[in-house]
């Protein structure tokens, strides 16, 4: 029998050495393995809580067990799986160390199962909230709303502490749920009674073919007409994104991070699938995934092009999306693994990368060509800082904030001319992912 702790600790194995998101970690784990649904959804539970509080789990196991740190890797997960429990979960803690024990002797030996209960007696028993009480402030914030430290000193500085404190709070709430309508396949109204026949609650929102889902008997994404591509779930910024776009019929289109392809596809509904949309990827995989998306959403003028969107060149087009790896800073709701991946030296080399893209959408740009450049991040790095090394070939158009605030005008003493031209969405302002939207015109 494998239990359901011990596939916990084998996804969050996965994830440390993969940097797969949650959802493809239980998949490699669990796929040919496991069938029952209900088996997935606990692990899935499981790991999910985990990653969203892990720097406040590891500070317990590290006040509780000097070489924790020097652990085998399943082991460690096995023990941040009995602290879950014991502490966040509510199971009773003699039934949370009695599961993990048996793991590990069993996966272990004797005198490793010993070690597990001895460190989950000491877990059990350590107050916690009284030790992080007593820290500074930073490391202190960053342990009572589970986050890293440099996050909150960031958050603090452009937000100031009271910001701070609620965008974490809100990166600890559950994702809402947003549907796009896939007007290639169905109307706003056929699928707004479609959803609530089917017991979903939905609310509109500023984006007339977006609906904001507050309640549901089942999920969207297990029901029939999403399977059949008449709406998709997507989150709400995202599909302001297209709208700043404004893409027009009979236009070229140029997406230079496409994969996979939501965005592609909300711009080919509003161009009613006439003319052509470059959607370039660098994943061969990634693209397979994507074409096999349009085929089910009855998009017709995608064509998906195997490039580097750095340097890709085909001719002058209309538009360009530039949305590019970023951070990911703004979506840690949705996936709270990214919070503790955190690497300056990466960090530098994508905003590298995201210069370059926006260089080359310059390059394939016509004269008068418009180029939106946006991304899931909340950083002034690679949102405001990137629109002013842009100002210096493009310029900077406004965007209406249909959804959002305007963006920063100062951060750690550098001044941002064009803030009251772009657009943010945070979390903790306006319930969905965090977002930095752009529109810059080639003259």
Known sequence: MIYTQELVAEVLKVIEETKLSVKEAIKRCLSGKISDHAIWSSVHAYVFEIEKRLNLIDFILRNCFRGFDEQNTIFKNLLRVGVYEMHFKGVHPALATDSIV?????????????????????????????????????????????????????????????????????????????????ELKANVEEVRR???????????????????????EKHPSVLDWHSEGKYVVQDLASCFVSHVLDPQP????????????????HIASMMENKGVIIAVDNSAERLERMKAKMKQLGVKNVVCRLADGCKIKVGDVDRVLVDPPCSSTGSFRSYPCVKWRF????????????????????????SGGIMVYSTCSITFDENEENVMFA???FKVEEVEPVIGVRGIREFRGKVFPFWDKVVRTFPHLHDCTGFFISKLKKV
């Open 194 to 216: 479609y959803l609530e026949n089917s017991g979903i609650e939905i609310e509109e929102t500023p984006l007339p073919e977006v609906f904001k889902v507050v309640s549901y």
């Open 250 to 265: 009979d236009e070229i289109i140029l997406d230079l991070a496409s994969a996979p392809g939501l965005k592609a596809s």
């Open 343 to 366: 690497d300056r030296e990466i960090y530098l080399k994508t905003i590298e990368v995201q210069r370059k893209m926006i260089r080359n959408a310059f390059r394939n740009l016509k």
């Open 391 to 393: 100002s210096e070939f």
């Open 102 to 182: 048996r793991i590990v002797k069993r996966r272990f030996n004797l005198k490793m199962a010993s070690l597990a209960n001895a460190v989950l007696r000491r877990a059990e028993k350590f107050d916690y909230k009284n030790r992080v009480r007593k820290l500074s402030k930073v490391r202190r914030l960053a342990l009572e709303y589970w986050h890293p430290e440099w996050f909150v000193r960031y958050a603090i500085d452009m937000l100031g502490e009271s910001g701070a404190i609620e965008l974490m709070k809100a990166n600890n709430e559950k994702q809402s749920v947003y549907v796009r309508v896939n």
